[in-house]
């Protein structure tokens, strides 16, 4: 299949395609200005959005190690992965629409503490004692 048999079963205008980019390109410095004001916080984030997903990588400095609670009571379906390094907390925001990750090390905080605050989060209060139990 050729361009032209592509263009011809499903006509294409150049202007709108165009269009449709710089809007794009556009918004993202609006990204842009968030992940560098957060950078100074001392959180890294990283968006990537693709045709039916939305990811956001985001990598907890030393900094911001105590917005750690705050940052998970946010996820929905969040669970903890130990990593090399400290651990990962993957969940889902904006109502399951985007996949969310969280990395830290274990230099700015305990897994076990990950785990309880992913643990109080995903059960409540009642679920924690639970647990102990």
Do not use: K, W
Request: aromatic letters at 4%; hydrophobic letters at 45%; proline letters at 3%.
């Amino acid at each position: 299949m050729t361009i032209n048999d592509i263009t011809a079963a499903a006509p294409l205008r150049a202007e709108a395609v165009t269009d449709g980019v710089q809007d794009l390109v556009a918004e993202s410095f609006t990204v842009f200005g968030e992940v560098q004001d957060l950078a100074r916080l001392g959180v890294q984030v990283s968006v990537t959005v693709s045709p039916g997903t939305i990811t956001a990588d985001i990598v907890v400095g030393r900094e911001a190690a105590g917005l750690l609670p705050h940052l998970i009571r946010e996820l929905e379906d969040s669970r903890i992965t130990r990593t090399p390094g400290g651990a990962r907390i993957v969940g889902a925001m904006c109502q399951g629409n985007v996949l969310v990750g969280i990395t830290v090390s274990s230099a700015y905080v305990t897994v076990a503490d990950l785990e309880e605050l992913v643990g109080t989060v995903a059960y409540g209060t009642a679920g924690r004692a639970e647990r102990a139990a």
